[in-house]
């Protein structure tokens, strides 16, 4: 495949744009070269600029559940769009998708819309702390929650990749309030909370890590999180901006059973246009502006064009539960390939799987935590990545990110995959 117009394009946008992107996991900087300028996608397929189709496994980071450009949220979006882009008042649209949300996730009475991921958790956080009266938050190391301050301490995602888990600019004033745990490490939590007895606020966490490749929750460790919330009368939240409406209807409340108190939403909710949720028990959300005292506010929030793609995105898996199943089947399905490929290849891997997001690792010790994410060879994943692209596979230009399956992969699309996978690993040590 040739990618010279897409190099060429690259090199102008650099001229104007910090690195040619407006978000760095975009740039192919761990793994080398020059990113792919996209040009339209449909299904499970990318077309770019030099007029290559690339097979998707990034899905926009995940909001593409349906596949791309799927029709039912295309014309919700054209039709909507006729009516008027932004009003800056309310529309009877935010409360349709409102109550629908609510239906779908347990242990959530109301819900607010806002933009992104990172507003989502970062009002999350305002609203722990507003709420319980205390400063300190506690957070995961290899966990990602968007690129507010509070949460540029040890993060996952771009901040990994590019070697700066503690970003500049974040005072100390702030990082002093950000605790630092280890996933999958209750121990981590118990002491740090022995430390700053009556201090945290809340405990934030992906309750399926998904910004260190993807790593679930080792058994009990929610549970255990939940009891620790609950003795020390501290707010659990989950970051569900990845997961949630995706590895169930009901995200991971549902999946394993547990109940936060604040949920964050973002990507799948939005249909693949710019919106982040963030939800709980009336208690709590009655906390924020203007029925409480924590302020929080948004001139596009709630955007017509932006709930309507959300709407007709949340209706379908309402309607078509059995998605996740069906997806679950693929990703299996994708996971035994890889790994009958790599092991024939004797690569040293470890796999990471749950429902839709899976992640392959050069290891041969567990993943389970961003120290072991961590350990696993760069080399091979970067000769991995170009070795799939040459063959039409486009993966995240990271080992530190999952893979999303979308509901529009055919089993052929897998078989051509792992075929892929057969002949990339053929250059691998
Ligand atoms: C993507 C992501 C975010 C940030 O969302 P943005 O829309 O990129 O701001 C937060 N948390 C998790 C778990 C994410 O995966």
Not at 322 to 330: G, V
Request: hydrophobic share 45%.
């Amino acid at each position: 495949m040739i990618y010279q117009r897409s190099s060429a394009l690259f090199a102008e946008a650099k001229k104007v744009i910090p690195g040619g992107v407006n978000s760095p996991v975009r740039a192919f900087k761990a793994v080398g070269g020059d990113p792919i300028f996209v040009e339209r996608a449909k299904g499970a397929y990318l077309y770019d600029a030099d007029g290559n189709k690339l097979i998707d496994y990034i899905n926009s980071w995940g909001p593409m559940i349906l596949g791309h450009a799927h029709e039912p949220v295309v014309n919700a979006v054209i039709e909507k769009a006729k009516l008027g882009t932004s009003f800056g008042m309310p529309t009877e649209i935010e409360t349709e998708i409102a109550e629908l949300a609510i239906q779908m996730v347990p242990n959530i009475d109301k819900i607010r819309f806002v933009n992104s991921g990172t507003e989502a958790c970062m009002s999350a956080v305002r609203l722990a702390r507003g709420f319980t009266g205390r400063d300190k938050i506690i957070k995961f190391a290899g966990c990602y929650h968007g690129h507010s301050d509070s949460f540029l301490i040890q993060a996952g995602s771009g901040a990994v990749t590019f070697g700066t888990p503690n970003s500049p600019g974040v005072t100390q004033g702030t990082a002093k309030d950000t605790l630092l745990a280890k996933y999958n490490d209750i121990e981590s939590v118990e002491r740090l909370l022995q430390e700053n007895e009556g201090e945290v606020a809340c405990i934030i966490l992906e309750p399926v890590a998904g910004n260190m490749g993807c790593i679930p929750p080792a058994d009990g460790f929610l549970q255990q999180l939940r009891a620790l919330c609950d003795s020390h009368e501290i707010l659990l939240i989950f970051d569900e901006v990845m997961t949630g409406f995706r590895l169930a209807k009901g995200g991971c409340q549902e999946l394993f059973g547990i109940r936060a108190d604040i949920v964050t939403f973002g990507k799948v909710i939005g249909g693949g246009l710019p919106v982040g949720a963030f939800a709980a028990r009336n208690e709590i959300m009655d906390y924020l502006a203007p029925l409480g005292p924590v302020y929080q506010a948004g001139t596009l929030s709630g955007n017509p064009l932006a709930m309507a793609a959300g709407l007709a995105m949340l209706r379908e898996l309402n309607d078509r539960s059995e998605i996740f199943s069906s997806l679950q089947e693929k990703t299996a399905y994708l996971h035994k390939g890889i790994s009958r490929e790599l092991s024939r290849a004797s690569i040293a891997h470890t796999i990471n799987r749950l429902g839709s997001m899976i992640s392959v690792h050069f290891s041969d010790m567990p993943v389970a935590d961003f120290d072991s994410a961590a350990a696993a060879s760069n080399e091979n994943f970067n000769r991995f990545f170009h070795g799939l692209l040459k063959e039409g596979i486009y993966i995240a230009p990271s080992a530190f990110e999952t893979w999303f399956l979308c509901d529009a992969l055919s089993y052929d699309d897998l078989d051509m995959t792992i075929k892929a996978v057969g002949t990339a690993a053929t250059k691998l040590k």
